[in-house]
């Protein structure tokens, strides 16, 4: 079973940037597709971004491709979402989450572990 505990969520101006990290702990993280998924406040947590696990294929929710792109380092055991040209509708808790079963599609299957979030708040 693998622990994830995400950082780098804060409060920024619209326009700016921030990113995001997901650090694996319990298991080797190059053993599971990831995963970021946000959740704003009275909305339903919605797909972000995904990435495999060799970091081959990535797959953005419409929203913020072009903005957002997600990376991982295996050997240091995280991954990253670097979010750039944020906007007001960015604002959210963003969770990172793990997939066992392996697919460059994001849909293709549940994620297994989650971690505890990560608040990102975009100012005007």
């Known amino acids: 079973q693998v622990q994830l505990v995400e950082s780098g969520g804060g409060l920024v101006q619209a326009g700016g940037s921030l990113r995001l990290s997901c650090a694996a702990s319990g298991r080797t993280l190059s053993s599971y597709d990831m995963g970021w998924f946000r959740q704003a406040p009275g909305k339903e947590r919605e797909f972000v971004a995904h990435i495999t696990r060799s970091g081959g294929s990535t797959y953005y929710e419409d929203s913020v491709k072009g903005r957002f792109t997600i990376s991982r380092d295996n050997a240091k055991n995280t991954v990253y979402l670097q979010m750039n040209s944020l906007k007001l509708e960015d604002t959210a808790v963003y969770y990172c989450?793990?997939?066992?079963?392996?697919?460059?599609?994001?849909?293709?299957?549940?994620?297994?572990?989650w971690g505890q979030g990560t608040q990102v708040t975009v100012s005007s």
């Open positions: 989450a793990a997939r066992v079963y392996s697919s460059s599609n994001p849909y293709a299957g549940p994620f297994n572990y």
